[in-house]
């Protein structure tokens, strides 16, 4: 086998491996690109997450302002029950 033919194997077999690189290559990009959009989507849900979260403590705050409130109304309206109850009742004749 003389140096041109061994050229030529070398150029063929030089092709092939760019060949193969190309096409690792591409589809490593191809991987890169669905890793970028999966990515993307779940940092859309967990914007979702959070702004759902803050909704839901927002909510929570209010719904304790409220017991708060109940809570003192009821202790006041116990209060005066129990004021009435000591006072000494009379009796109709």
Same mark, same amino acid.
Not at 25 to 30: A, D, F, I, V, Y
Not at 40 to 60: H, P, T, V
Not at 65 to 72: G, P, W
């Given at each position: ?6 050229? $030529? /194997?070398?150029?063929?077999? &030089?092709?092939?491996?760019?060949? !193969? =690189? %190309?096409? #690792? ?24 997450? $959070? /702004?759902?979260?803050?909704? &839901?403590?927002?909510?929570?705050? !209010? =719904? %304790?302002? #409220? ?27």
């Amino acid at each position: 086998m003389g140096p041109k033919r061994e050229e $030529e /194997e070398t150029t063929l077999s &030089l092709r092939k491996r760019n060949e !193969e =690189l %190309e096409r #690792e290559l591409r589809k490593s990009k191809e991987r890169e690109e669905q890793m970028k959009q999966e990515l993307q989507r779940a940092w859309e849900r967990l914007k979702i997450a $959070e /702004e759902g979260e803050e909704r &839901l403590c927002s909510q929570l705050a !209010e =719904l %304790e302002a #409220e017991a708060v409130i109940d809570a003192r109304a009821s202790h006041t309206r116990i209060l005066s029950l129990m004021e009435q109850l000591s006072q000494p009742q009379t009796l109709p004749s």
